[in-house]
């Protein structure tokens, strides 16, 4: 299972890169964007120099399918990528070779192409992982190595964007920095006061955020809720209307690199201080009890069969923490268990607590 999740293709050779042409070169001289999708008329002036470098010119990067990278104008499922993605993909690889040597003082085509991918994060252009038809994930590594380049090649600096204008001190920006209220419109998602959301994080239309965390290179599909004091972490993957109840935490996976990031697909609840991290994939429609906790070594027992998952929570199935006895009489150790399972019709007519009730 590892092996297929993980299976997101071959990097191409580093010797096809164009050496010495910046990264915008590579993009075919498309139009710049400044902030993303957001006009500039939609953001505060940047107090700074370094805030407006921040909030400025941003290298255009065409929308395609493969290597993680989303299109609007799609033109048949599968596995083809233009050479641009192939040639962002590249100069990012070789960035990543090259990483000892890089600093914030660093410019040209390293800096452009990291910014370009982070970009792209941000706007939900680009995701971590993706799922193929058959329900499998691949995961993306060069984005995930973009992110960890983006920490080496960004001082830290006064960061605005937190909540009644406050600021900190950081590499990693806050989404909302320079935002004004038509930037927030045009977004279309909520989101209160104690809310904190890191540049490179998407945040789809419809989601709601309660005071909670969104680390960069998380994706937050349509209609999700991230509750109160909830933390999605580094390239976490949340699904449409997904519930992530209070002080429930979804890990992050920057390090180590080769881990697959923690994904909640569609229609999932997690429960009110839940834990759920190291990759581990919780399925359509499946629910969390409150306070259950899955690792990549968690056995997740089904009690009407006795089949034990790990890493990941079967579609539509109602999970709870449990205990599993030692044979030879020793401490018991943690376990979590499905006490039933139940349909897409079901589960979508029966409330949180009726299917909590055994």
């Not at 164009?18 to 498309?30: C, E, R, T």
């Not at 989601?207 to 998380?218: C, D, K, Y």
């Not at 079967?314 to 449990?322: N, T």
Request: glycine share 12%.
């Amino acid at each position: 299972m590892d092996a297929r999740r993980n299976a997101g293709g071959a990097h191409p050779p580093r010797d096809g890169l164009h050496q010495g042409v910046p990264a915008k070169s590579l993009i075919l001289g498309l139009p710049a964007r400044r902030g993303g999708s957001l006009d500039r008329k939609d953001r505060l002036q940047p107090a700074s120099a370094s805030a407006q470098k921040d909030a400025g010119w941003k290298p255009a990067v065409p929308q395609h399918v493969a290597c993680g990278v989303k299109t609007r104008h799609a033109r048949q499922a599968g596995n083809e990528r233009t050479d641009v993605t192939q040639q962002l993909e590249a100069v990012i690889e070789a960035a990543w070779e090259a990483r000892e040597s890089l600093s914030p003082q660093s410019k040209g085509e390293f800096p452009e192409a990291v910014e370009a991918a982070i970009d792209l994060l941000d706007q939900g252009e680009a995701r971590v992982a993706t799922r193929g038809a058959d329900g499998a994930w691949a995961t993306h590594q060069w984005l995930k190595k973009a992110v960890l380049l983006s920490f080496r090649l960004t001082p830290n600096r006064l960061m605005g964007g937190g909540a009644d204008g406050g600021f900190w001190w950081d590499k990693v920006p806050s989404k909302f920095e320079g935002w004004r209220d038509n930037a927030f419109a045009k977004a279309g998602f909520r989101a209160v006061p104690g809310a904190i959301v890191r540049r490179g994080a998407h945040i789809a239309k419809n989601v709601v955020l309660m005071p909670s965390f969104v680390n960069i290179g998380a994706f937050v599909d349509e209609g999700a809720m991230i509750d109160t004091w909830a933390t999605v972490g580094s390239c976490a993957q949340i699904g449409k209307r997904v519930h992530i109840s209070g002080g429930a935490g979804i890990g992050g996976v920057l390090e180590p690199l080769q881990a697959n990031p923690t994904i909640i697909e569609d229609d999932c609840f997690i429960g009110a201080r839940s834990e759920v991290a190291e990759g581990v994939i919780v399925r359509q429609g499946a629910v969390l009890a409150m306070g259950v906790f899955l690792s990549a070594s968690t056995k997740i027992v089904d009690r009407a069969t006795g089949e034990i998952f790990r890493g990941e929570a079967p579609a539509y199935s109602v999970v709870v923490p449990g205990a599993l006895p030692d044979p030879k009489g020793g401490p018991a150790l943690a376990c979590a268990v499905i006490v039933k399972r139940v349909d897409a019709q079901t589960r979508s007519k029966t409330s949180i607590n009726d299917l909590l009730r055994d």
